[in-house]
C-alpha cells in the first residue's frame, strides 16, 4: 500500500486542522490505517487508527476527545480531524498501514508509511 499525506501547515494554538492520507494499491478490510506523530529525537507516536472494512477505532490518549478519524472506502483516503490543537501536537505527522492482525499501536507492526507531513501550532 503506498500512502501520500496532505493537509499540513501552520496553524495557532485552538485551532483545527484536517489532514488526509491518499492510498493506492489494494487495500483489504482487515487492513488497519493508522496516523503517527514524531518530534525530533524521539521514535513515532500513535496518534489514531481505524480499521478499513470494520468500525474500530483507536484514539491515544493525547488526543482522544479532540481528534477524529474516518475514512472513505470508494476513494481510499484517510482523514484525521483534529482540534483545539496545542503546540505540543507540532510534528511530522505519519500516515501507516498494516494489514491483518488486530488493531496496534506499536509503530513497528505497521509495513506501509506514507512520508509525512509537517505539522506546526503555534501558541
Known amino acids: 500500500v503506498q500512502l501520500v499525506e496532505s493537509g499540513g501547515g501552520l496553524v495557532q494554538a485552538g485551532g483545527s486542522l484536517k489532514l488526509s492520507c491518499s492510498a493506492s494499491?489494494?487495500?483489504?478490510?482487515?487492513?488497519?490505517m493508522a496516523w503517527f506523530r514524531q518530534v525530533p529525537g524521539k521514535e513515532r507516536d500513535f496518534v489514531a487508527g481505524?480499521?478499513?472494512?470494520?468500525?474500530?477505532?483507536a484514539y491515544a490518549a493525547p488526543v482522544k476527545g479532540r481528534s477524529t478519524i474516518s475514512k472513505d472506502r470508494d476513494m481510499k483516503m484517510v482523514y484525521l480531524e483534529m482540534n483545539a490543537l496545542k503546540p505540543e501536537d507540532t510534528a511530522v505527522y505519519y500516515c501507516?498501514?498494516?494489514?491483518?492482525?488486530?488493531?496496534?499501536?506499536?509503530?513497528?507492526?505497521?509495513?506501509?508509511w506514507g512520508r509525512g507531513i509537517r505539522v506546526t501550532v503555534s501558541s
Open positions: 501507516a498501514a498494516k494489514s491483518g492482525g488486530s488493531a496496534s499501536m506499536y509503530e513497528a507492526d505497521y509495513t506501509d
Open positions: 481505524i480499521r478499513w472494512g470494520f468500525r474500530t477505532i
Open positions: 494499491g489494494e487495500i483489504f478490510d482487515s487492513h488497519f
